[in-house]
């Protein structure tokens, strides 16, 4: 069965930091791989998808950016953290709908 | 443009009362639809889905949404709720191939003993 991993699960980070998020597929090849935020009390919003390998295509323009190395891996990173950059971050992959990640609760102070 | 609208922001329900979440959408195509729930501090876990076929569909936990195309809704539904049931509920349309689908902006349901 397909599993997505996402982590970590909560962080907290000054303003001006950097940032790396990952989420890794396993039982599948060649996912389509998305990135998503949720701001509190708001909807989901889509930051970032991929494709394939090397493949990224982003949504909003903001202070993020997407890597895709491995085929079933996929990283959120950002230079220097904002305050508005806290959020609810969810990994997913498609098939039919989505298959999400248990998310990450990022707090920038 | 496409949208997908969820009225209620908060509900609250006594514990074996029946649940309507409501969601109208705006799309341009044939309209892939779901639902799905997220417990606090979780992810986003799908409850049912509906492609084409049978408007009524059956979901998980004993959920069912009925796509009325002439509305443009797809209001899920549950005869009983349970306490576990206390959570977030995102509506959300797609299309079959492509990658972007559209959220609701979620209904927080309470459930009172």
């Known amino acids: 069965s397909q599993t997505i991993h996402q982590w970590p699960a909560t962080l907290v980070q000054p303003v001006g930091s950097p940032l790396s998020l990952e989420c890794t597929v396993e039982?599948?090849?060649?996912?389509?791989l998305y990135w998503y935020r949720q701001a509190a009390g708001r909807g989901l919003q889509l930051l970032f998808y991929?494709?394939?390998?090397?493949?990224i295509s982003s949504e909003v323009p903001q202070n993020l950016s997407a890597s895709r190395p491995q085929d079933r891996q996929f990283i959120l990173s950002s230079k220097k953290l904002l305050l508005s950059d806290s959020g609810f971050y969810l990994c997913?992959?498609?098939?039919?709908?989505?298959?999400f990640g248990s998310g990450t609760r990022l707090t920038v102070v | 443009a496409q949208s997908v609208t969820q009225p209620d922001i908060h509900i609250t329900v006594s514990e074996g009362a029946s649940l309507e979440l409501r969601c109208n959408y705006s799309y341009g195509a044939t309209p892939y639809l779901f639902w799905y729930v997220q417990s606090p501090g979780q992810g986003l876990q799908l409850l049912l889905k509906?492609?084409?076929?049978?408007?009524l569909v059956q979901g998980i936990k004993g959920f069912e949404a009925e796509f009325k195309r002439s509305q443009s809704s797809f209001n899920l539904r549950k005869p009983s709720v349970h306490w576990s049931d206390a959570a977030e509920y995102f509506c959300a349309v797609g299309p079959n191939t492509g990658n972007q689908f559209y959220f609701g902006t979620g209904t927080s349901l309470t459930v009172i003993p």
């Open positions: 991929s494709v394939g390998i090397g493949q």
């Open positions: 039982g599948t090849s060649n996912p389509n």
């Open positions: 997913a992959w498609r098939a039919y709908g989505y298959t």
């Open positions: 509906y492609f084409s076929g049978d408007t």
